[in-house]
């Protein structure tokens, strides 16, 4: 093989990626899923006992949860709005003129709707369960899994622009939810030894948007509030986040009405697994032939 091919076009070569013309819009093989789904069953395995609920939301999520989110805030740089033509048979004709020329953006005229890409598995979440009531003295458990949207363009095979993400959401005291969150940093590094990853943690932060976004990302640092699981992927150097566990304190408890029993707001933290990268992970890590993985990988992975 020779040295220059990079990993994505080994990936493309193998089938497991599937080319669109657009960067980190890819399809996937049957073989990429498939590792995908014994992975998410791994997951499960090390997560069903702890009785979560499962909840499945669409990769689009309502507007306005998602304004009052407050997403532009902080990443506006990678939000994706949903636009359609909403125009009368005159506007049509205008319409397609346009899109034949092709010297005008045909896209200007385009209305917004009311649903927007969903950026985390867990931003459907939090407004739909503050619609339910009071969060039991127990603590509240969730499983989400959802396709993300981040306008990141990239040629790096990890940074995709449409991904899948598995998540499981804590929400109670800040007792419950740290403590969960340090039982999945524990689980992490078992699974990913369990397949055969090497990882490493490490204190992270979001990459919010401008100068005043640098301060927000320091203390979300220095609060230790956001851990990733890293797997050299692309590079050994910076090796990627496969994993993350963020610690929300009460701000999202607070933002969307996440009441407790008590009357005391809500803390709340999310797990969040990255499901392309950590199948990039195995592929780069074991070889692009499933067949050749380790026994003991595969074994795990399916039995
Ligand atoms: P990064 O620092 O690499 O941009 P992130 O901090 O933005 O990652 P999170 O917002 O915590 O990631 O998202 C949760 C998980 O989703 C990450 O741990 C990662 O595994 C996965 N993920 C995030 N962005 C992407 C992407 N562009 N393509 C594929 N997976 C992603
Ligand atoms: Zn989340
Ligand atoms: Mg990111």
Not at 234 to 247: D, E, G, L, Q, R
Request: charged share 25%.
């Amino acid at each position: 093989m020779d040295m220059q091919t990079s990993f994505l076009d080994r990936l493309f070569d193998a089938g497991l990626l599937i080319e669109t013309g657009v960067e980190g819009l890819y399809g996937r093989s049957g073989q990429f899923e498939d590792v995908i789904t014994a992975f998410e069953r791994l997951i499960d395995r090390f997560g069903g006992a702890d009785g979560a609920e499962a909840m499945r939301f669409p990769p689009g999520m309502n507007r306005a949860f998602f304004e009052k989110s407050g997403y532009m805030k902080s990443f506006p740089q990678l939000a994706g709005t949903v636009h359609s033509f909403c125009g009368n048979e005159l506007d049509h004709m205008s319409l397609l003129q346009c899109m034949e020329v092709g010297e005008e953006d045909w896209t200007k005229d385009q209305k917004a709707t009311d649903i927007v890409l969903t950026p985390a598995a867990c931003y459907p979440l939090y407004p739909t369960i503050a619609r339910r009531g009071l969060i039991p003295a127990k603590g509240a458990l969730y499983d989400l899994q959802s396709y993300c949207f981040r306008h990141e363009p990239s040629q790096d095979p990890a940074r995709q622009q449409l991904f899948r993400m598995r998540e499981y959401v804590c929400m109670g005291t800040e007792t419950h939810v740290t403590d969960f969150r340090q039982s999945w940093m524990d689980r992490g590094v078992q699974m990913m030894k369990d397949v055969g990853l090497e990882v490493t943690i490490d204190v992270a932060n979001d990459p919010f948007f401008g100068r005043a976004g640098r301060m927000l990302a320091n203390n979300q640092r220095d609060q230790n509030l956001k851990f990733e699981l890293l797997i050299p992927i692309t590079s050994v150097a910076k090796p990627t986040a496969c994993m993350s566990f963020n610690y929300h304190q009460d701000a999202f408890g607070s933002k969307w009405g996440l009441m407790m029993e008590d009357g005391s707001v809500a803390h709340t933290a999310c797990v969040g697994f990255g499901l392309e990268r950590i199948a990039l992970a195995l592929f780069h890590t074991h070889g692009l032939d499933v067949a050749d993985w380790p026994e003991n990988v595969r074994k795990t992975l399916w039995g």
